[in-house]
């Protein structure tokens, strides 16, 4: 069935680091790709998405690529603030609508 | 536009008790999805609503169920409660192809 495999945390950064939490998945077809984010004692928040290969999702200075080819979709920034500690949460939409998330990646970031 | 709303935030149940928990979805929106999400099993589909019918369903005991109304308001009840229905509980109310969530609700069950 379809799956979602994200690296395990927590990541620990310094401020002004560079972050990439990798994300590949198992697949059927051509699945709608997420990352979410979720801070302590709150709901999930969507963070990017990517509907086709190649498609890029970017927000608040985050970006992943849909790759087709490596079945990923990596999430990056470049320079992480302490603002960013949170769990985040890659996840794909099967065919039928169903979300498939990832366990999750606990970020931590130090001043 | 008021996001996804929850009630309550936090309940204490004791084992055996059931429990009623509500989601109101992003106006507008027609399909409501439930989570359970726990450290040990992370986030896990339970069921999906829409326009009052369920459309999916993920593999929880028949102690788990939900309903829609016709405001698209969504309730999900679990009967007899075990220790490790003890979970934060998430809705998300969505278009076509975004999943919105709201803050959940925290189940403890003692």
């Known amino acids: 069935g379809d799956s979602v495999t994200q690296m395990e945390g927590p990541v620990t950064l310094s401020e002004e680091a560079f972050l990439t939490i990798n994300c590949t998945y198992t697949?059927?077809?051509?699945?709608?790709l997420f990352w979410y984010v979720q801070y302590p004692g709150e709901g999930l928040q969507l963070l990017l998405k990517?509907?086709?290969?190649?498609d890029k999702g970017s927000n608040k200075g985050f970006e992943a690529t849909y790759r087709k080819e490596t079945t990923s979709f990596h999430l990056e920034k470049g320079s992480v603030q302490v603002s960013d500690s949170a769990v985040y949460f890659c996840?794909?939409?099967?065919?039928?609508?169903?979300?498939?998330f990832g366990k999750g990646t606990r970020l931590h970031i130090l001043p | 536009k008021a996001g996804v709303t929850q009630t309550p935030r936090y309940l204490i149940k004791t084992r055996g008790q059931q429990v009623t928990l509500s989601c109101s979805p992003i106006?507008?929106?027609?399909?409501v999805s439930w989570y359970q999400q726990t450290p040990g099993q992370g986030l896990q589909f339970l069921f999906e609503?829409?326009?009052?019918?369920?459309?999916n369903k993920g593999n929880f005991p028949g102690r788990f169920s939900g309903r829609q109304f016709s405001n698209s308001r969504s309730e999900m009840n679990v009967s007899t409660l075990e220790l490790g229905d003890s979970a934060l509980y998430l809705c998300?109310?969505?278009?076509?192809?975004?999943?919105?969530f709201g803050p959940g609700t925290r189940l403890l069950v003692l």
């Open positions: 609503y829409f326009s009052e019918t369920q459309r």
């Open positions: 106006s507008g929106h027609r399909s």
């Open positions: 990517a509907t086709k290969a190649d």
């Open positions: 998300a109310s969505s278009t076509s192809e975004t999943q919105y």
């Open positions: 697949a059927t077809g051509y699945p709608s």
């Open positions: 996840a794909l939409q099967t065919r039928d609508d169903k979300i498939i």
